[in-house]
């Protein structure tokens, strides 16, 4: 047997290996995960595994959800971008269902077109594109007013926030993020890193330029899971693949369970301000001041009455 012909036959294996029944090849050729004679190479490999691998974690949660939706499941992609992820997930689990729909939101209109191109090529007619920035998804008639799943795959900075804000918007029942670069928390403790050298030993933490960047994206993280939770969900953080395969491999799983943490609260302002980020709190995650409201007010009306 030539070598090519072993080649051949150990790329099919391999693929094979990956693949789960009854996957479409023509979509993973259309996102150019393979080749146009099916060939699989290493970055594709790692694309189609990361991708494979979170279908694993979303699956469980469509399964659980769709017993009680006879109307079908709700799901928004959110910064879609060419959705790798919204046509894995139709193809491995909506398609073969006879409700359910895919609502894959982008702000680039090009990619938005072209997405829609595809789903109607390969009959996926239960999948829609709009071309949305993150206020306008939570504004517009064209979405559901409740959505039952959000997701976000490797959404840049503040793209992971609008998707929690966004799924915050529309009740969502499960959020599934994986956050890509975070330039925005460390920017500000650049900003006032002399300040903060002077002031408390934790800013050592963030004094040299890398450390300045991984802990800024590590900071914002954390803030994320803790403002989920200040908001009633239960979080679970893990690893999405091998760090082989990317940087970018923090997953974060939130699943409404209505129980707001004020204690989550009132780490994440402790937190603000031990790294001089108060200003960066507010403003990234608006909702925290209605949360001390609302536990004010609570507490108020469960103090027992004065005696006269």
């Given at each position: 047997m030539s070598r090519s012909n072993v080649r051949s036959r150990n790329q099919d294996a391999a693929l094979q290996e990956l693949?789960?029944?009854?996957?479409?090849?023509?979509?993973?050729?259309?996102?150019?995960?393979?080749?146009r004679d099916g060939g699989l190479?290493?970055?594709?490999?790692r694309k189609l595994k990361q991708v494979l691998h979170l279908f694993g974690f979303i699956e469980p949660l469509l399964k659980e959800l769709e017993a009680g939706r006879p109307q079908g499941i709700t799901l928004a992609d959110h910064g879609a971008g060419k959705s790798y992820l919204g046509f894995i997930l139709y193809d491995l689990f909506f398609r073969e269902r006879a409700a359910g729909t895919i609502y894959g939101i982008e702000?680039?209109?090009e990619l938005v077109d072209r997405s829609a191109a595809l789903a109607q090529q390969?009959?996926?007619?239960?999948?829609?594109?709009?071309?949305l920035s993150s206020e306008e998804s939570a504004k517009t008639a064209s979405l559901p007013q409740?959505?039952?799943?959000?997701?976000?795959?490797?959404?840049?900075?503040t793209a992971t926030d609008a998707a929690i804000a966004?799924?915050?918007?529309?009740?969502?029942?499960?959020m599934v993020l994986v956050p890509c670069c975070q330039a925005e928390a460390a920017t500000c403790l650049r900003q006032n890193k002399a300040l903060n050298l002077s002031r408390t030993p934790l800013a050592e933490l963030w004094r040299h330029p890398?450390?300045?960047?991984?802990?800024g994206s590590h900071l914002t993280n954390v803030m994320r899971c803790l403002y989920l939770e200040s908001q009633g969900y239960r979080v679970t953080v893990?690893?999405?693949?091998?760090?082989?395969?990317?940087?970018?491999?923090?997953?974060?799983?939130?699943?409404?369970?209505?129980?707001?943490k004020h204690s989550a609260a009132v780490r994440m302002q402790a937190l603000a301000e031990a790294f001089g980020l108060q200003d960066w709190l507010l403003r990234r995650f608006p909702l925290l001041e209605r949360t001390a409201h609302q536990k004010m007010v609570t507490d108020a009306e469960d103090e027992p009455p004065q005696d006269g």
């Open positions: 693949l789960r029944p009854g996957q479409s090849l023509e979509l993973l050729k259309e996102l150019h995960i393979l080749t190479n290493q970055d594709s490999r702000t680039r209109q390969l009959g996926f007619a239960r999948m829609r594109f709009l071309a409740q959505m039952d799943v959000v997701t976000a795959l490797h959404a840049c900075d966004f799924g915050l918007h529309k009740q969502a029942q499960h890398l450390h300045t960047r991984e802990i893990t690893e999405l693949v091998g760090w082989e395969h990317s940087l970018k491999n923090e997953l974060i799983l939130a699943r409404w369970c209505g129980q707001k």
